[in-house]
Every structure is written in structure tokens, then in C-alpha cells.
């Protein structure tokens, strides 16, 4: 399994507390992707890095921030969670070089906004 | 109209049978593609990795894609019951990564 852990792997919370989920990699890998995962949609791209300090918005980062302050760990952060951020959240990594690398993900956070 | 359309099933088959997975896109632009499977509260794990149009063979499995009907397909020989996951198909066009939303696959024993 690719080095990837994520962390809290679960995690409940009320409306309108900041949450922050972490994902740290022992790969080296330039890139890494925040995504959710929900029924019906399938996987849908939040946020992504491409280096330390350089990210970019997904199809869907409304109500998300991410943070890279180093190469291995890449930070979600939703400001004021609301219950249609109720997911499960990946994090993947790719390539050392290349974009166009396959993906390996995390075991995933499962996260209840109630 | 979605980038990457897959028929959510699900399928259920019994063991032995041979399985067929597909997706259909829009982007002509895709030149890699990825067949994934999840299981149950994991993460996905890549399975299969093409590029461009052709067959590619990994054991029990077999990826197919043909750029001219924008359609990619994988297929289970003598499917096993730890082949019950969902199946995700991915593309890419080098800047982004598409996923389809996942087959869920059932095989009986």
C-alpha cells in the first residue's frame, strides 16, 4: 500500500465548527487531492496540490480550504461545517513527476455534520 | 452531460462467471484510463492502468479501450466472491482526473 494515512478516520461535529482533516504521505509524491465521496456522485475533486505551498479548487471547494506547509502532509479545513459536508473525505497522491500518474488514495474520514 | 457516465448496478453473478464493466465519456481529450475497486468503508485501489486505445491483460482481469466509441471496459475471468466491490472507472486528460460513479458488483457463491 502506497504511504498515504489520514487522519481523524472519524469524526462527528455540529453545525457551524471549524473542522480540519489531515493527510500525510511517506511517498514523496508532488501532488496531492483532497476528494469526497458521496452516494449518487461518486468521487468529486475539492482541492489539489501540486507543490508545497501551490494548490488549486477542484469542481468543488466551496466551504473548504486546504493548506501545504510541507510535502508530506496536505490539510482540509472547513471554516464552518454544514450538514451537506457530511461525507466521506480521500486523500490521494500521484506521481513524482508527472500529473498524468495514477492516483493512490487514503483509507478515507468518514465526517457527520449534524 | 457528465465527463464519465457508468451504470451504477448493481450486478450480481456467480462464481465462475465472466464479469463486464463499462464506462462511456465525452472528452476525446482523455489518453489514460484507470479501472479502480473499492471495498466496503475503504479507500479505492487502483486495478488497472491503460493508455490510448488496446487491450491490457493482468491475470483474471482485462482492460479494453476504444477512443472511437469513447468507451472503456473491464472484464473478470472465473469471478471470485472477493471480486465483490464497487468497480470506479478514472480518466485523464493530464490536467484533471474524471471518475465514473462506481459499479457495485456482487458475486455469489
Known amino acids: 500500500d502506497a504511504g498515504i494515512t489520514q487522519s481523524p478516520r472519524h469524526k462527528v461535529t455540529e453545525t457551524g465548527t471549524p473542522v480540519t482533516l489531515r493527510c500525510h504521505q511517506t511517498?514523496?509524491?508532488?501532488?496531492m487531492y483532497w476528494y469526497r465521496q458521496d452516494p449518487g456522485h461518486g468521487l468529486r475533486l475539492i482541492h489539489y496540490?501540486?507543490?508545497?505551498?501551490?494548490?488549486d479548487k477542484g469542481e468543488v471547494s466551496d466551504g473548504y480550504s486546504v493548506s501545504r506547509s510541507k510535502t508530506e502532509d496536505f490539510l482540509l479545513t472547513l471554516e464552518s461545517a454544514t450538514s451537506s459536508q457530511t461525507s466521506v473525505y480521500f486523500c490521494?497522491?500521484?506521481?513524482?513527476?508527472?500529473?498524468?500518474?495514477?492516483?493512490?488514495f487514503g483509507p478515507g474520514t468518514r465526517l457527520t455534520v449534524l | 452531460q457528465k465527463e464519465v457516465e457508468q451504470d451504477p448496478g448493481p450486478l450480481s453473478v456467480p462464481e465462475g462467471a465472466i464479469v463486464s464493466l463499462n464506462c462511456t465519456y465525452s472528452?476525446?481529450?482523455?489518453?489514460?484510463f484507470m479501472w479502480y475497486r473499492q471495498y466496503s468503508r475503504k479507500g479505492p485501489e487502483l486495478l488497472m492502468y491503460t493508455y490510448s486505445s488496446g487491450n491490457k491483460e493482468d491475470g483474471r482481469f482485462t482492460a479494453q479501450v476504444d477512443k472511437s466509441s469513447k468507451y472503456i471496459s473491464l472484464f473478470i475471468r472465473d469471478s471470485q466472491p472477493s471480486d465483490s466491490a464497487t468497480y470506479l472507472c478514472a480518466m485523464t486528460t493530464g490536467n484533471q482526473f474524471y471518475f465514473g460513479t462506481g459499479t457495485s458488483l456482487t458475486v455469489i457463491p
Open positions: 511517498e514523496n509524491h508532488r501532488y
Open positions: 496540490s501540486y507543490g508545497v505551498k501551490d494548490t
Open positions: 472528452n476525446s481529450a482523455f489518453q489514460y
Open positions: 490521494a497522491i500521484s506521481g513524482s513527476t508527472s500529473f498524468t500518474d495514477t492516483q493512490y
